[in-house]
């Protein structure tokens, strides 16, 4: 299969590529670079030392003997993303070129307008050279659990079937998202069924889980080929940050009471269901919807895992509980339907002590570049002034918030 892969130089759009490519597709790696100005802006770096998108390619050509194509561009530039089209006439897009950070949405009004702008324009910039140059591909979309936010009800995947004043109906499942990054992925969602209902598209939005892991089989061949590990509190995420906190001596950062409960899964089980999404594609005019997680845990239950793992490793883990610098439920019903890619073959890998036992060990070897000035929260859901001055760290350890100037 001809496959763009737009954010193909990210955490998880980089596995995906080596994955992919190895499976024999011809893959096209797409990126602007903007994640990697956004880290400056926040003064943060992956862990593991990510070489130049060119030097990573150069060194998959030499290991795997497969050259892997690269364009480098914004997905806000609509003649920039149909010159791909022309050019490459994909039969499947998986458009991961977003920016993926609840946090970095709720910094400030920049940075919650850049997200905004940023995924939706890009999306839409997509759909439409989907419409006009390749309306047969399939689009496989990254988006969300936190679409949905934490209802009193079950979960289902994408729709529901609602029975009112005598009259039955299968309706999008209602959307109640924790941040505006989240937000971004609900207005796209809506902006893709839109496309697939007008246009006859064919598109599966995978609502992912929060993804864990510090390497696939095709990352973990060489150091060159690491994919961008985050632990910091813009850009980690929970498990990821609680295993490099365990590493650095440093007590794991609970937000809140603990509880928020979220669906979790292992990268390499993302790779899998993007692949089962493109070898299994939406009809024409179909929109799909696949919740993308193996498991749910709270993130105490997590924090717990994290603490035992470590203590067969001879570290002393503690866990702190920080007031919580987000908005959300912290005790809640959380059950949430994710048939669908199991139904397409998905083997999940779960959650163990030896996966936890792998992650530390990796994460060991680059103790050193641990930095543990930024485990605690910067950006606050709550205006400024409500929020508890000791509630989160002071941006001023941030050199600067100014946007750094595009390189497109
Ligand atoms: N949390 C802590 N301590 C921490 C970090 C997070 O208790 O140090 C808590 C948060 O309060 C939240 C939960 O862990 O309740 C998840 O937070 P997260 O930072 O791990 O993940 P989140 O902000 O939800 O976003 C991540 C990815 C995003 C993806 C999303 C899937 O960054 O791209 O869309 O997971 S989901 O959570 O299902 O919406």
């Not at 289902?156 to 004043?165: P, R």
């Amino acid at each position: 299969m001809r496959i763009l892969v737009l954010g193909g130089d990210g955490y998880l759009g980089w596995p995906t590529s080596l994955y992919l490519s190895r499976r024999g597709h011809d893959v096209v790696v797409v990126d602007n670079f903007a994640k990697r100005d956004w880290e400056q802006e926040v003064g943060v770096q992956p862990l593991f030392p990510v070489p130049t998108l060119r030097s990573r390619l150069r060194a998959w050509h030499e290991l795997a003997e497969i050259d892997i194509p690269a364009r480098i561009g914004d997905l806000q530039d609509y003649r920039f993303v149909e010159s791909l089209f022309s050019e490459f006439e994909p039969q499947a897009i998986v458009h991961y070129g977003e920016q993926p950070s609840a946090p970095y949405s709720m910094i400030g009004q920049p940075q919650a307008t850049l997200t905004q702008v940023n995924n939706v324009v890009g999306n839409l910039n997509v759909l439409f050279a989907m419409r006009d140059r390749a309306p047969d591909a399939h689009l496989v979309k990254l988006g969300t659990m936190g679409e949905y936010g934490t209802p009193n009800i079950d979960i289902e995947e994408g729709f529901i079937d609602i029975e009112h004043n005598g009259r039955s109906d299968r309706l999008p499942f209602p959307k109640q998202p924790g941040s505006l990054y989240h937000l971004s992925k609900v207005h796209d969602s809506h902006n893709i069924m839109f496309a697939c209902k007008v246009w006859s598209l064919r598109a599966t939005d995978l609502n992912q889980g929060v993804v864990y892991g510090v390497e696939t089989e095709e990352t973990g061949l060489d150091d060159r080929l690491a994919t961008s590990f985050h632990y910091d509190d813009v850009f980690g995420t929970a498990l990821n940050r609680f295993c490099v906190q365990a590493v650095a001596d440093h007590p794991l950062t609970l937000y809140g009471r603990g509880n928020q409960t979220r669906g979790f899964l292992n990268i390499v089980d993302t790779l899998r269901c993007v692949e089962l999404a493109l070898l299994n594609p939406a009809e024409r005019g179909e929109f799909r919807v696949f919740n993308q997680f193996t498991e749910q845990f709270s993130v105490s239950q997590l924090a717990g895992l994290v603490k035992e793992a470590a203590a067969e490793m001879g570290m002393n883990v503690r866990i702190d509980h920080l007031p919580n610098p987000r908005v959300e439920m912290e005790d809640h019903y959380y059950n949430a339907k994710h048939t669908k890619l199991l139904d397409l073959g998905l083997e999940p890998h779960q959650l163990s002590e030896t996966l936890i036992d792998t992650m530390l060990g990796k994460i060991r070897r680059f103790r050193e570049r641990i930095d543990t000035a930024l485990f605690a929260p910067r950006a606050t859901w709550r205006p400024k002034e409500y929020a508890e001055p000791a509630l989160v760290a002071p941006m001023a350890s941030v050199p600067s918030y100014e946007r750094p100037v595009s390189r497109n």
